[in-house]
């Protein structure tokens, strides 16, 4: 049988690493700092699903409100992600994390100073801006950074920090929910402010992404990071040829800063990647941007943004219990993310991603099934409130251990470099828009085909999602980031892929 890493090795023709090299603490403490920006996303979408309860009784607003509230700062974070790729490349990747931090303080801060609903929602506005520029360039500046042998787990460490929020969201509506309903909301909202102040401090420590360097003509200090982040000074010298050859450098210049051929950041690329794309380009774009549709559209964040009205509709009433079993669906979705990053390098990202949505479809389909028996009963029945809690726990527990960290590590490794931070600013402006199309439908959807029938959609959605990720999504475990335009462009034939990289693997041998 040919070796599964001889396969994925192939792009370049490189030896195969004969040992696991070891884990790279310097690229993970980067990685850990950069994506710390994904707490403040995760923690306002935590914080919101209980806090609305209380901001809808204080503020007497409609149901219908309510899910403007809520869905959308996703729609604002488009702003905020469309910027973020130009001004990533402007400033650099490492400030703009600063700045998403910055926006995101003053935001927390309006939220937490709300005296009505209109000054609630400038507040989202700001908000929203800042979590879309922490969305886009956490992701970016991870798969810039690692080393190819932990990208998958590096690069999906923004999804963990995004559970990490999540939970801690949870954990503040149920300090707070104690208080005083006017003081309660206020605070929950009101201390976001403190992890991007901590955000702001730690990512002044971190290196400037080496990519972004080569971009500016500044190789010496690119060597002097890819020296730190690489596993070995081999591979720190073929990351640096690679990145050179993507810039559009020619291979002699080794000077420590020289000149880099002029590049639009604007037109020209849009051009490329919209109107003029490859094949390769045309297979990654849809590949990104299916990829979050498909992750959005299966349900997680109404469920997660719904929770307490799932499970008070499958019959738990009481108010402290309710935020207490959310709080369970933010510990299981932090603890299966984690396991996920054991597993994005050694098992590949397509056996994780299929194995996961297939399991959301599953938990999806009792869920519904659940909640249509408790809606068709008059007495309370308690083995379907059961069933109802743990499909829950199943569905975030399949959702984290695959297509949650998995959509942002595949989108971000995919695309070119010149054309990174454009199309990932693209992917993550289709998967706020489904988040946002998703949490302000959710309430009215399911009181047009009940609860029960809501997620029966969201399991018919994530079935066309898998056979999606079947037919059109190759394997990128282990690939180089520029050498991924050799394996895209066959679309639903990309297993032809595999045979032309081995034989340019034959060739060179």
């Known amino acids: 049988m040919t070796d599964h890493r001889a396969e994925h090795n192939a792009v370049s023709g490189q030896p195969l690493l004969k040992k696991k090299p070891k884990r790279n603490l310097y690229a993970i403490g980067c990685a850990i700092l950069a994506s710390m920006t994904s707490i403040l996303l995760g923690y306002d979408i935590g914080v919101m699903s209980g806090a609305s309860i209380y901001i809808q009784e204080d503020l007497k607003i ?84 690692s080393p190819a042998s932990s990208r998958g787990a590096l690069t999906s460490f923004p999804e963990v920090f995004v559970n990490i929020g999540i939970l801690l969201g949870y954990v503040a509506n149920y300090a707070f929910s104690g208080l005083p309903i006017d003081l309660g909301w206020r605070l929950m909202l009101g201390v976001g402010v403190f992890p991007s102040v901590i955000l702001a401090v730690g990512v002044l420590t971190m290196p400037e992404s080496p990519r972004w360097l080569v971009m500016q003509g500044r190789l010496g200090d690119a060597k002097h990071v890819l020296d730190k982040t690489s596993d070995s000074l081999e591979e720190a010298q073929l990351r640096l040829a690679d990145i050179k050859e993507a810039a559009g450098i020619p291979e ?40 979050h549709f498909f992750q959005q559209m299966s349900g997680i964040d109404a469920l997660v943004l719904y929770s307490p009205r799932i499970f008070e509709k499958a019959g738990i009433t009481d108010s402290s219990t309710l935020l207490l079993a959310t709080v369970a669906v933010g510990f299981s979705k932090t ?124 399991g018919a959605i994530a079935t066309v999602g898998w056979v999606f990720f079947y037919t059109m999504l190759p394997e990128t475990q282990g690939r180089t980031l520029e050498d991924m335009e050799v394996l895209f462009g066959k679309f639903w034939r990309w297993r032809e892929g595999y045979a032309l990289l081995r034989n340019k693997r034959a060739v060179v041998c």
């Not at 409609?62 to 403007?68: F, H, K, L, R, S």
């Not at 959308?72 to 488009?78: A, D, H, P, V």
């Not at 774009?285 to 990829?291: E, K, P, Q, V």
């Not at 959301?360 to 069933?387: F, N, P, Q, Y």
């Open 252 to 291: 002699h210049c080794t000077e420590d800063v020289v000149q880099v051929p002029k590049h639009s950041h604007g037109e020209e690329v849009w051009k490329e990647l919209l109107l003029h794309p490859t094949p390769p380009v045309r297979h990654i774009l849809m590949a990104a941007i299916g990829f």
């Open 62 to 145: 409609t149901d219908v409100e309510v899910e403007i509230l809520i869905g959308i700062l996703n729609l604002y974070s488009l702003i905020g992600s469309a910027a973020a790729g130009r001004t990533s490349d402007w400033i650099g990747r490492r400030y703009t994390i600063v700045f998403a931090g910055a926006i995101f303080f003053t935001g927390a801060l309006l939220m937490g100073f709300a005296t009505n609903f209109a000054f609630l929602m400038v507040g989202r506005f700001v908000a929203g801006i800042g979590v879309g520029y922490a969305l886009m360039i956490a992701p970016v500046y991870n798969a810039e950074v």
């Open 335 to 458: 603890v299966f993310t984690l396991i996920a990053i054991g597993f994005l390098d050694r098992v590949g990202r397509r056996p994780l991603l299929l194995t996961s949505v297939a399991g959301m479809i599953a938990s999806l389909l009792c869920l519904g099934t659940s909640l249509t028996i408790v809606d068709h009963e008059k007495e309370k029945m308690m083995w379907a409130t059961v069933l109802c809690l743990t499909m829950v726990l199943a569905y975030v527990g399949f959702f984290s251990i695959g297509m949650g960290p998995i959509a942002w590590v595949y989108s971000s490794e995919i695309f070119p470099l010149k054309l990174r931070a454009q199309g990932c600013s693209m992917g993550t402006a289709v998967n706020r828009i489904m988040s946002g199309v998703l949490t302000m439908t959710f309430i009215t959807l399911y009181k047009a085909i009940t609860m029960g029938g809501t997620f029966f959609l969201y």
